[in-house]
Protein backbone atom coordinates (compact mmCIF):
# COMPACT_ATOMS: atom_id res chain seq x y z
CA UNK A 1 0.00 0.00 0.00
CA UNK A 2 1.74 3.65 -1.13
CA UNK A 3 0.72 6.91 -1.18
CA UNK A 4 1.19 8.65 -4.31
CA UNK A 5 1.27 12.56 -3.87
CA UNK A 6 -0.39 13.98 -7.20
CA UNK A 7 0.84 17.89 -7.78
CA UNK A 8 -0.50 19.57 -10.66
CA UNK A 9 0.76 23.48 -11.10
CA UNK A 10 -0.55 24.76 -14.32
CA UNK A 11 -3.52 27.60 -13.99
CA UNK A 12 -5.45 26.67 -16.87
CA UNK A 13 -8.02 24.42 -15.68
CA UNK A 14 -9.26 21.77 -17.96
CA UNK A 15 -7.79 23.44 -20.95
CA UNK A 16 -4.40 22.06 -19.51
CA UNK A 17 -2.42 19.60 -21.40
CA UNK A 18 0.07 18.98 -18.06
CA UNK A 19 -3.01 18.50 -15.66
CA UNK A 20 -5.41 16.37 -18.03
CA UNK A 21 -2.49 13.62 -18.10
CA UNK A 22 -1.78 14.11 -14.90
CA UNK A 23 -5.49 13.15 -13.68
CA UNK A 24 -5.75 10.75 -16.35
CA UNK A 25 -2.33 8.98 -14.63
CA UNK A 26 -3.51 9.44 -11.53
CA UNK A 27 -6.95 7.65 -12.22
CA UNK A 28 -5.54 4.96 -13.90
CA UNK A 29 -3.22 4.25 -11.09
CA UNK A 30 -5.92 4.45 -8.94
CA UNK A 31 -7.77 1.57 -10.88
CA UNK A 32 -4.86 -0.26 -11.08
CA UNK A 33 -3.68 0.17 -7.34
CA UNK A 34 -7.07 0.50 -5.42
CA UNK A 35 -5.30 -0.13 -2.23
CA UNK A 36 -3.11 2.93 -2.93
CA UNK A 37 -4.15 6.52 -1.35
CA UNK A 38 -3.77 9.75 -3.87
CA UNK A 39 -3.46 12.70 -2.12
CA UNK A 40 -3.85 16.00 -5.08
CA UNK A 41 -2.43 19.69 -4.86
CA UNK A 42 -3.37 22.10 -7.38
CA UNK A 43 -0.47 24.52 -7.26
CA UNK A 44 -2.08 26.39 -10.55
CA UNK A 45 -5.02 27.38 -8.02
CA UNK A 46 -4.09 27.28 -4.54
CA UNK A 47 0.01 28.50 -4.54
CA UNK A 48 1.62 28.76 -1.56
CA UNK A 49 3.37 31.59 -0.44
CA UNK A 50 7.12 32.35 -1.01
CA UNK A 51 10.12 32.51 0.99
CA UNK A 52 9.49 35.47 3.23
CA UNK A 53 12.37 37.01 5.40
CA UNK A 54 10.48 35.32 8.44
CA UNK A 55 10.76 32.45 7.14
CA UNK A 56 14.11 31.76 6.53
CA UNK A 57 14.33 32.87 10.42
CA UNK A 58 12.11 30.24 10.92
CA UNK A 59 13.83 27.75 8.96
CA UNK A 60 17.35 28.33 10.32
CA UNK A 61 16.38 28.44 13.93
CA UNK A 62 16.46 25.17 16.67
CA UNK A 63 13.05 24.80 17.69
CA UNK A 64 14.07 26.08 21.36
CA UNK A 65 14.39 29.45 19.18
CA UNK A 66 11.62 30.05 17.42
CA UNK A 67 9.38 32.99 18.35
CA UNK A 68 5.38 33.15 17.43
CA UNK A 69 6.19 35.21 14.07
CA UNK A 70 8.69 33.04 12.93
CA UNK A 71 6.80 29.53 14.17
CA UNK A 72 3.94 30.87 12.09
CA UNK A 73 5.81 31.71 9.27
CA UNK A 74 7.44 28.16 8.69
CA UNK A 75 3.90 26.18 9.38
CA UNK A 76 3.24 26.25 5.69
CA UNK A 77 6.37 24.54 4.61
CA UNK A 78 6.31 22.23 7.88
CA UNK A 79 2.43 20.97 6.29
CA UNK A 80 3.93 20.67 2.96
CA UNK A 81 7.17 18.63 4.07
CA UNK A 82 4.96 16.50 5.99
CA UNK A 83 2.64 15.60 3.32
CA UNK A 84 6.10 15.24 0.70
CA UNK A 85 7.34 12.27 3.38
CA UNK A 86 4.39 10.80 3.99
CA UNK A 87 3.82 9.74 0.27
CA UNK A 88 6.40 7.06 -1.03
CA UNK A 89 5.67 8.36 -5.00
CA UNK A 90 5.42 11.66 -6.44
CA UNK A 91 3.36 12.57 -9.63
CA UNK A 92 3.80 16.01 -10.76
CA UNK A 93 2.32 17.83 -13.93
CA UNK A 94 4.89 20.42 -15.00
CA UNK A 95 4.33 22.98 -18.33
CA UNK A 96 7.39 24.65 -19.58
CA UNK A 97 7.33 28.48 -18.56
CA UNK A 98 10.14 30.70 -19.89
CA UNK A 99 12.62 27.34 -20.86
CA UNK A 100 11.77 26.27 -17.03
CA UNK A 101 9.70 25.56 -14.32
CA UNK A 102 6.24 27.12 -12.99
CA UNK A 103 7.13 29.73 -10.38
CA UNK A 104 4.31 28.16 -8.38
CA UNK A 105 6.35 24.86 -8.50
CA UNK A 106 9.07 26.71 -7.71
CA UNK A 107 7.11 28.29 -4.69
CA UNK A 108 6.44 25.21 -3.73
CA UNK A 109 10.27 23.67 -4.08
CA UNK A 110 11.56 26.25 -1.46
CA UNK A 111 8.99 25.36 0.94
CA UNK A 112 10.11 21.69 0.81
CA UNK A 113 13.85 21.71 0.58
CA UNK A 114 14.62 22.74 4.01
CA UNK A 115 18.02 21.82 5.39
CA UNK A 116 17.44 19.54 8.57
CA UNK A 117 14.28 18.53 7.43
CA UNK A 118 14.94 17.34 3.46
CA UNK A 119 18.48 17.75 3.39
CA UNK A 120 21.58 17.72 5.93
CA UNK A 121 24.76 19.61 5.83
CA UNK A 122 27.31 17.27 7.30
CA UNK A 123 31.13 17.36 7.32
CA UNK A 124 31.21 15.34 4.19
CA UNK A 125 29.21 18.33 2.60
CA UNK A 126 25.16 17.69 1.51
CA UNK A 127 23.01 14.72 2.19
CA UNK A 128 19.73 13.92 0.34
CA UNK A 129 17.05 13.13 3.62
CA UNK A 130 14.33 11.97 1.24
CA UNK A 131 15.01 8.29 0.67
CA UNK A 132 13.67 5.44 -1.15
CA UNK A 133 11.27 7.44 -2.81
CA UNK A 134 9.82 7.55 -6.89
CA UNK A 135 9.37 10.65 -9.18
CA UNK A 136 6.92 10.85 -12.28
CA UNK A 137 7.55 14.37 -14.47
CA UNK A 138 4.60 15.07 -16.54
CA UNK A 139 5.70 17.74 -18.79
CA UNK A 140 4.45 19.77 -21.42
CA UNK A 141 6.06 22.56 -23.60
CA UNK A 142 4.85 24.93 -26.75
CA UNK A 143 8.58 23.89 -28.41
CA UNK A 144 10.40 20.71 -28.79
CA UNK A 145 13.58 20.73 -26.82
CA UNK A 146 14.34 16.61 -27.71
CA UNK A 147 17.97 15.45 -26.82
CA UNK A 148 19.89 16.37 -30.12
CA UNK A 149 17.77 19.15 -31.55
CA UNK A 150 18.77 22.27 -31.26
CA UNK A 151 16.73 23.79 -28.24
CA UNK A 152 17.93 20.90 -26.22
CA UNK A 153 19.97 23.32 -24.34
CA UNK A 154 17.89 25.66 -23.66
CA UNK A 155 15.79 22.84 -21.51
CA UNK A 156 16.80 24.11 -17.81
CA UNK A 157 13.02 22.33 -16.77
CA UNK A 158 14.20 18.46 -16.52
CA UNK A 159 18.13 19.40 -15.96
CA UNK A 160 16.83 21.65 -12.75
CA UNK A 161 14.01 19.08 -11.72
CA UNK A 162 16.93 15.89 -12.10
CA UNK A 163 18.44 18.52 -9.54
CA UNK A 164 17.05 19.68 -7.27
CA UNK A 165 14.81 16.11 -6.64
CA UNK A 166 18.04 14.43 -6.67
CA UNK A 167 19.65 17.02 -3.94
CA UNK A 168 17.02 16.01 -1.15
CA UNK A 169 17.55 12.12 -1.93
CA UNK A 170 14.84 11.46 -4.67
CA UNK A 171 16.87 10.23 -7.65
CA UNK A 172 14.22 7.67 -9.48
CA UNK A 173 12.77 9.82 -11.56
CA UNK A 174 11.26 9.65 -14.43
CA UNK A 175 9.80 12.04 -17.51
CA UNK A 176 7.23 11.93 -19.75
CA UNK A 177 6.81 14.52 -22.22
CA UNK A 178 4.12 16.15 -24.72
CA UNK A 179 6.74 18.97 -26.46
CA UNK A 180 5.30 20.60 -29.22
CA UNK A 181 1.84 21.65 -28.10
CA UNK A 182 2.25 24.78 -29.53
CA UNK A 183 3.43 23.60 -33.06
CA UNK A 184 0.17 23.43 -35.07
CA UNK A 185 -3.12 20.85 -34.14
CA UNK A 186 -1.01 17.38 -35.75
CA UNK A 187 2.15 17.77 -34.23
CA UNK A 188 0.81 18.35 -30.31
CA UNK A 189 -2.30 15.30 -31.06
CA UNK A 190 0.99 13.08 -31.96
CA UNK A 191 2.67 14.14 -28.98
CA UNK A 192 0.03 14.04 -26.62
CA UNK A 193 -1.33 10.38 -27.99
CA UNK A 194 2.27 8.82 -27.32
CA UNK A 195 2.64 10.69 -24.00
CA UNK A 196 -0.75 9.54 -22.85
CA UNK A 197 0.14 5.74 -24.30
CA UNK A 198 3.54 5.67 -22.50
CA UNK A 199 1.74 7.26 -18.84
CA UNK A 200 -1.01 4.03 -19.72
CA UNK A 201 1.57 1.31 -19.58
CA UNK A 202 3.22 3.31 -16.39
CA UNK A 203 0.46 3.21 -14.82
CA UNK A 204 0.42 -1.01 -14.36
CA UNK A 205 3.27 -0.41 -13.74
CA UNK A 206 6.34 2.15 -12.67
C1 LIG B 1 3.87 32.01 -19.36
C2 LIG B 1 4.18 30.93 -20.37
C3 LIG B 1 5.50 30.69 -20.72
C4 LIG B 1 5.80 29.69 -21.65
N1 LIG B 1 7.10 29.45 -21.96
C5 LIG B 1 7.39 28.47 -22.83
C6 LIG B 1 8.74 28.21 -23.17
O1 LIG B 1 9.68 28.82 -22.69
N2 LIG B 1 8.98 27.21 -24.07
C7 LIG B 1 7.98 26.48 -24.62
O2 LIG B 1 8.26 25.58 -25.41
N3 LIG B 1 6.69 26.71 -24.31
C8 LIG B 1 6.38 27.68 -23.43
N4 LIG B 1 5.07 27.90 -23.09
C9 LIG B 1 4.03 27.02 -23.66
C10 LIG B 1 3.59 25.96 -22.65
O3 LIG B 1 4.70 25.25 -22.12
C11 LIG B 1 2.66 24.95 -23.31
O4 LIG B 1 1.57 25.62 -23.88
C12 LIG B 1 2.17 23.92 -22.30
O5 LIG B 1 1.40 22.95 -22.94
C13 LIG B 1 1.31 24.58 -21.22
O6 LIG B 1 0.96 23.59 -20.28
P1 LIG B 1 -0.57 23.41 -19.84
O7 LIG B 1 -1.32 23.02 -21.10
O8 LIG B 1 -0.52 22.30 -18.85
O9 LIG B 1 -1.05 24.69 -19.26
C14 LIG B 1 4.76 28.91 -22.20
C15 LIG B 1 3.43 29.16 -21.83
C16 LIG B 1 3.15 30.17 -20.93
C17 LIG B 1 1.70 30.41 -20.53
Known amino acids: MATVLVITCS??????????????????????????????????????????????????????SQTAASREAIAISDTLIEEFLAADRYVIGVPMYNLNIPSTLKAWIDQIVRAGRTFAVGPTGYEGLVKNKKALFITTSGGNYTAGT??????????????????????????????????????????????ERTLDDLSISW
Do not use: C
Open 150 to 195: PLAALNFQEPYLRAIFGFIGVTDVRFVTAAGMNQGRDEAAKSRGKA
Open 11 to 64: PRGERSVSSALTTRFAQEWARHHPQDTIRLRDLGHHPVPHVSEMWIVGASAGAD
